[in-house]
């Protein structure tokens, strides 16, 4: 329901999800305004790789963007999964569940651009670093620079997506962050073989490894470990590192011909464990930030989008920014945002260790799985849809 005089909702935030919520808000005609630091279209040449579930391209189709990536966008038809050192291995295939595709691996600069040819222009304040985000019981403001002045807007909502990075400057929002001891080195790298559209999660002593399809026969890597190792692994000549990557992942795409730059991150678990805030939400990232073993981290954030929206659909604008309000729709994301913190802080600790005689188990574990379709189906079901 909307209201040609009510207030517009503020996002702060102009990335993935803070665009698909003022796109899908559009669409019902409600009344958005996104303030976004960076200048629009500033992204559309980043090449960093984002892994889609097929959830999140039901998102993107139902918003009309999907037809201006899905041309660039890479399928995953299989996910391979299997530990270093044992034979047990299962393979997860989009046939056996009814999918054209697991997911796909897609530029974030593509991805961007097809969203920022998708926002109306008047819902969008490029250029404008937030500074605050105040609140009371009757609505919230937020001060932001635009044009080298400051300026303030006042709204029955404000949404923060953008990455958790403004959470400092509003009262009664607390976080809980774990650093997992682990970095992130992500690189590009190309092989002998085609990938076949399959993607490959590989758990190794150190820490998960994920290679996915990502063009015609280039992977996008994430190769996770103590920080370390992960250091030592980014001071190799290309030649030493391509051993060193064939050494810990093995013959299945044949030899690695060549690696594009690397770079490392550290690894955070996070989420918000305080939001005494009425009138202020948090969604994607500034939610909660999940190891990337399994992809599920962003997938979630576009989900906590569409239910967001959903719940503004079919609330009257005066319940917008209520307590009631805001308990019921984070009501409808529990069960997907504690799940996906589960499932992969279940698969680091679990895959990520050296106890005397646990690497027999898992190596049983994987081949259990391989032929016990209910299971698979959970694991398909929560990788796509959070369920």
Known sequence: MSSANQQPVIIVGGGPVGLVTAIAMQQQGLPVKVLEAKKQGASHQDKRALALSFGSRNILEKLGVWAAIEAKATAINTIHVSQRGSMGRTKLEAEEHDLPALGYVVAYGTLMQ?????????????????SAVRQDLGQAEVDFTSADELT??????????????????????????????????????????SHDHIAYERFTQTGPMALLP???????????????????????????????????????????????????????????TSNNTPHVVVIGNSAQTMHPVAGQGFNVGLRDADALVGQLATSMPAEWGSQAMLEAY????KRDTKGGL??????????????????????????????????????????SYGK
């Open 330 to 333: 984070a009501a409808t994301r």
């Open 342 to 383: 589960l499932f992969t802080d279940f698969l680091v600790n679990t895959f990520s260790n050296d106890v005397i005689g646990l690497s027999g188990l898992r190596s049983t574990g994987l081949g259990l799985l391989d032929v016990f379709q209910p299971a698979k189906n959970f694991l398909v079901n929560k990788m």
């Open 152 to 193: 303030s807007l006042v709204s029955p909502l404000v949404i923060i997506a953008e990455g958790g990075r403004s959470l400092a400057n509003v009262p009664g929002l607390q976080r809980d962050a774990k650093a997992y001891g682990h970095d992130a080195l992500v690189s590009k790298v190309s092989c002998e073989r």
């Open 214 to 272: 990502n063009g015609k026969r280039d992977f996008s890597l994430v190769w996770t470990g103590e920080q370390s190792s992960i250091d030592h692994l980014l001071t190799l000549d290309d030649a030493t590192f391509l051993t060193e990557l064939h050494t810990a992942f093995g013959d299945r795409v044949g030899r690695f011909l060549s690696v594009q730059k690397r770079l490392s991150f550290p690894l955070l678990k996070s989420q918000l």
């Open 114 to 130: 097809a969203l920022d040819g998708a926002i109306d222009a008047k819902n969008i304040i490029d250029q404008a670093p937030v």
